[in-house]
């Protein structure tokens, strides 16, 4: 028999920023889900996010490191400033 992970729920009091919670009201909305999961969805996407850019990130930068060509260093170097600073 196959047990259901129990997940510890935290209550977190957050201030958005007006414009921001009409906007998750609204995607809420659409979705047909409360604000507080529509929350949770965001903030998962966005961590997960977060963890995919660190490592594209350290990818480049070994590939950076054992690379011993100019021109793919080079590109590499921008791909990494990119990803640094935006472009």
């Not at 129990?6 to 957050?14: D, E, F, M, T």
């Amino acid at each position: 028999m196959i047990h259901a992970m129990k997940i510890a729920i935290v209550r977190q009091s957050v201030s958005l920023p007006a414009p921001v919670a009409r906007r998750v009201r609204l995607l809420a909305r659409a979705s047909r889900s409360s604000a507080s999961r529509t929350l949770v969805r965001l903030i998962e996407d966005g961590l997960e996010t977060r963890a995919r850019e660190k490592q594209r990130f350290l990818e480049l930068a070994d590939r950076l490191a054992r690379s011993e060509e100019p021109a793919e260093q080079s590109r590499l170097k921008a791909d990494l400033a990119r990803l640094t600073f935006g472009d």
